[in-house]
């Protein structure tokens, strides 16, 4: 059953495109700094962050990447992390998961990583930025303040809304290919179906300017970015990202259901703008149903393929229950860790190489037809929506 470490891998030949990941940290880690970032739990690491379906996938699969046997203590595995150093255990790790093409969420730093070009020299392949759009709202906010320009005028927050959509078309303009919504962790995703008017949105922003800026979790704030993220992507042909489901407990689980944007997808079905739901664990089921009846919506369940382990076939299973195969991409949402990378590819492949065997076993489909989906599924689908990024449909 187990692959032995030096056998090919399931869809070896088969290159996948990284539609939503993050860098990697660009230090040598020690065992508490690591932990620390094997979870999506806050604070620092500790002794059971190992003890878990994503711990022993990182003993079992990367280990023989850095060159060890599977199944190591957790102190022998980062011992040979150190001797490697983190940019050869970056570079093995990320080369061996089989994507050649990562997209990279650029508005999350809470540490020090790779950026997208250092990224694609570490893994020899293509990078290319995806903008965060309450990242650059608040940006644009802070420039605001330090310039002594906006606090509590109204007239600054109508320029706000202004400078904020400016400052996404210039990263769009400079190479980004998606923009990305964290909705989900400041307001919930029951985002209003009509965008606010501008009378609320310049008071809305007059309001938080005058507080000092800082965090958008004002719910017209929110709805208008998203909005303007949906009116971005019919007009510029971008996906627009959407975290859903479960993440860091800045998250409220129940309020990242992506169902709460059934209005939301109602209303812009029509408008050539496209959703792409990231994660969605454990909504994965209301995600594929989402996309099975709004043809503009996009599904992947990156993150929760690394974190469930063992179960990342029962989990891709269910989003294929009913999600369109022309809906479902494929992400890893590695993030400071290249080891997430790694097992994002490496633990979805496996997934659907073991869904793939069993439909043909069961004629459920023929060989050249499981060919076909597994391409679209990893690369090709993803190809089709983001602008330039691939080699064409796989
Ligand atoms: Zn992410």
Same mark, same amino acid.
């Given at each position: 059953?187990?692959?032995?470490?030096?056998?090919?891998?399931?869809?070896d030949?088969?290159?996948?495109?990284?539609h939503?990941?993050?860098?990697?940290?660009?230090?040598?880690?020690?065992?508490?700094?690591?932990?620390?970032?094997?979870?999506?739990?806050?604070?620092?690491?500790?002794?059971?962050?190992?003890?878990?379906?994503?711990?022993?996938?990182?003993?079992?699969?990367?280990?023989?990447?850095?060159?060890?046997?599977?199944h190591?203590?957790?102190e022998?595995?980062?011992?040979?992390?150190?001797d490697?150093?983190?940019?050869?255990?970056?570079?093995?790790?990320?080369?061996?998961?089989?994507?050649?093409?990562?997209?990279?969420?650029?508005?999350?730093?809470?540490?020090?990583? /790779?950026?997208?070009? @250092?990224? =694609?020299?570490? %893994?020899?392949?293509? *990078?290319?930025? $995806?903008?965060?759009?309450?990242? !650059? &709202?608040?940006?644009?906010?802070?420039?605001?303040?330090?310039?002594g320009?906006?606090?509590?005028n109204?007239?600054?927050a109508?320029?706000? /809304?202004?400078?904020? @959509?400016? =400052?996404v078309? %210039?990263?769009?303009? *400079?190479?980004? $290919?998606?923009?990305?919504?964290? !909705? &989900?962790?400041?307001?919930?995703?029951?985002?209003?179906?009509e965008?606010p008017?501008?009378?609320?949105?310049?008071?809305?922003?007059?309001?938080?300017?005058g507080?000092?800026?800082?965090?958008? %979790?004002?719910?017209?704030?929110?709805?208008?970015l998203?909005?303007?993220? !949906?009116?971005?992507?019919?007009?510029?042909?971008?996906?627009?990202?959407?975290?859903?489901?479960?993440?860091?407990?800045?998250?409220?689980?129940?309020?990242?259901?992506?169902?709460?944007?059934?209005?939301?997808?109602?209303r812009?079905?029509?408008?050539?703008?496209?959703?792409?739901?990231l994660h969605c664990?454990?909504?994965q089921?209301?995600?594929g149903?989402?996309?099975?009846?709004?043809?503009?919506?996009r599904?992947?369940?990156?993150?929760?393929?690394?974190?469930?382990?063992?179960r990342?076939?029962?989990?891709?299973?269910?989003?294929?229950?009913?999600?369109?195969?022309?809906?479902?991409?494929?992400?890893?949402?590695?993030?400071?860790?290249?080891?997430l990378?790694?097992?994002?590819?490496?633990?979805?492949?496996?997934?659907?190489?073991g869904?793939?065997a069993?439909?043909?076993?069961?004629?459920?489909?023929?060989?050249?037809d499981?060919?076909?989906?597994?391409?679209?599924?990893a690369?090709?689908?993803?190809?089709?929506?983001?602008?330039?990024?691939?080699?064409?449909?796989g």
């Amino acid at each position: 059953m187990a692959d032995r470490p030096d056998a090919p891998g399931p869809l070896d030949g088969v290159a996948l495109l990284d539609h939503h990941c993050h860098g990697v940290v660009t230090t040598d880690l020690d065992l508490p700094e690591f932990e620390s970032l094997l979870t999506e739990a806050p604070g620092p690491g500790g002794p059971d962050r190992f003890d878990s379906a994503l711990g022993l996938a990182v003993r079992r699969w990367c280990a023989p990447v850095l060159g060890l046997e599977p199944h190591p203590s957790p102190e022998e595995y980062l011992r040979r992390r150190a001797d490697l150093g983190w940019a050869e255990s970056t570079r093995r790790l990320l080369r061996a998961g089989g994507a050649r093409t990562w997209l990279v969420d650029t508005g999350y730093t809470a540490h020090n990583l /790779t950026s997208p070009d @250092e990224l =694609a020299v570490l %893994a020899d392949g293509r *990078a290319y930025p $995806v903008t965060r759009l309450e990242a !650059v &709202a608040e940006n644009v906010g802070s420039a605001a303040r330090d310039s002594g320009a906006a606090a509590g005028n109204t007239g600054s927050a109508a320029g706000w /809304t202004d400078s904020v @959509e400016q =400052a996404v078309r %210039a990263e769009v303009a *400079a190479g980004a $290919v998606g923009l990305k919504t964290v !909705v &989900a962790y400041r307001c919930g995703l029951a985002v209003p179906a009509e965008p606010p008017s501008a009378a609320t949105v310049t008071h809305a922003a007059g309001r938080w300017l005058g507080g000092g800026g800082g965090r958008i %979790a004002d719910p017209v704030l929110c709805a208008w970015l998203v909005h303007l993220g !949906v009116r971005l992507s019919a007009e510029l042909g971008l996906p627009l990202q959407v975290h859903t489901g479960f993440g860091d407990p800045d998250v409220r689980l129940h309020l990242a259901n992506p169902a709460l944007l059934s209005d939301l997808l109602a209303r812009t079905r029509h408008t050539g703008a496209v959703f792409m739901l990231l994660h969605c664990w454990p909504y994965q089921r209301d995600a594929g149903y989402l996309a099975h009846v709004f043809g503009h919506v996009r599904v992947d369940v990156g993150l929760a393929v690394p974190y469930v382990g063992i179960r990342a076939r029962a989990v891709l299973a269910e989003l294929l229950e009913l999600a369109p195969f022309r809906s479902v991409c494929f992400s890893s949402d590695g993030y400071g860790l290249p080891e997430l990378h790694f097992l994002g590819a490496r633990l979805w492949r496996r997934a659907l190489a073991g869904l793939v065997a069993d439909w043909i076993a069961d004629d459920v489909l023929t060989t050249p037809d499981a060919d076909r989906l597994v391409r679209r599924l990893a690369a090709g689908n993803a190809a089709a929506v983001y602008p330039g990024v691939g080699d064409g449909p796989g």
